[in-house]
């Protein structure tokens, strides 16, 4: 790993300054010191074949896309962070992704995620009676965000008279403000009165587990499920369509976001998805527009 160690500082000096949480540089760093070892090559020379080499071998020993796609991810990271610093002319991953990686996820993921329907959505929503559990289930329905976005939350990023909640900044994030409409303000409010007596620790996150510490990912990946599959949306040893998990409120929220007439730029700024074309550097939406278009399409759950 010739070289690593002072890139990986400069990469972590580099994620501070941009305000990216500590958990994701450090992953993204590890990843990338792994490729390293594997390949022992100089991260500054790194060729095509080298990744050809790399994709290969996790094929073949069957590692999953998600890993794949977030190995490659880490990469990309960290070389736009080297272009950028003028340490290399030009990031090799995104082209390579766009080729291969991509394309294997295309090829090799024949099962889709479970969409469900409004009325499915909102059995699930009031079927939930623990407040924080319902206060969860509603806002990654409501608002699309990750979960890895919805652990990072503190009390103070959640504005309920304007209806709006700021992010904390990633990698995989282009836009940090998301909105909520009244449903989702209602149960909101109702979990930050009961949250007073359930924070043992005082802590600032949103979303504090019974033991007093911030919710982690697997921990709100557990709650969706189990309540999912109490109303039967969820299969423990299903296929991918017979599982409901966080990111499937993200697929539901585009969906019927969509189908309901909202604008395509639109709901791709409320998911944050980066800017696909150079044209998209010089288009600005505006935010308020946004809003508005949002309370008039975002699904009612009746709660």
């Known amino acids: 790993m010739r070289g690593s160690p002072p890139l990986v500082q400069q990469f972590g000096e580099d994620c501070k300054l941009r305000g990216i949480r500590n958990v994701t540089h450090v992953v993204y760093a590890r990843l990338f010191c792994e490729f390293l070892s594997e390949r022992n090559v100089d991260p500054l020379f790194v060729e095509k074949k080298d990744l050809k080499a790399y994709l290969l071998r996790m094929q073949e020993s069957g590692v999953k896309y998600t890993t794949i796609e977030r190995a490659f991810a880490s990469l990309s990271s960290f070389y736009?962070?080297?272009?950028?610093?003028?340490?290399?002319?030009?990031?090799?991953?995104?082209?390579?992704?766009?080729?291969?990686?991509?394309?294997?996820?295309?090829?090799?993921?024949?099962?889709?995620?479970?969409?469900?329907?409004?009325?499915?959505?909102?059995?699930?929503?009031?079927?939930?009676?623990?407040?924080?559990?319902?206060?969860?289930?509603?806002?990654?329905?409501?608002?699309?965000?990750?979960?890895?976005?919805?652990?990072?939350?503190?009390?103070?990023?959640?504005?309920?008279?304007?209806?709006e909640i700021r992010l904390k900044p990633t990698a995989k994030r282009s836009n940090l403000l998301l909105f909520f409409d009244y449903e989702a303000a209602e149960v909101l409010q109702t979990w930050l009165r009961s949250r007073k007596t359930r924070n043992k620790n005082g802590i600032d996150a949103l979303f504090p587990s019974r033991w007093g510490t911030r919710l982690k990912g697997r921990e709100i990946e557990n709650i969706m499920k189990k309540h999912a599959e109490r109303v039967g949306l969820h299969k423990k040893d299903g296929r991918l369509e017979e599982k409901f998990g966080p990111h499937c409120c993200r697929h539901w929220l585009t969906t019927h976001l969509l189908r309901s007439g909202m604008r395509r730029d639109y709901v791709k700024w409320i998911r944050g998805d980066s800017m696909g074309e150079a044209i998209d550097i010089y288009y600005h939406v505006d935010e308020e527009d946004v809003r508005k278009e949002y309370l008039a399409h975002i699904p009612q759950l009746g709660v």
């Open 80 to 163: 736009a962070f080297l272009e950028d610093d003028e340490q290399i002319e030009s990031n090799p991953l995104p082209a390579f992704r766009r080729r291969y990686v991509r394309q294997y996820k295309e090829d090799g993921c024949k099962e889709r995620r479970q969409l469900i329907s409004v009325e499915q959505a909102s059995m699930l929503v009031n079927s939930t009676l623990n407040t924080r559990d319902r206060a969860i289930i509603t806002l990654l329905l409501k608002t699309g965000m990750r979960r890895g976005e919805l652990c990072a939350l503190d009390v103070h990023d959640v504005d309920l008279e304007k209806m």
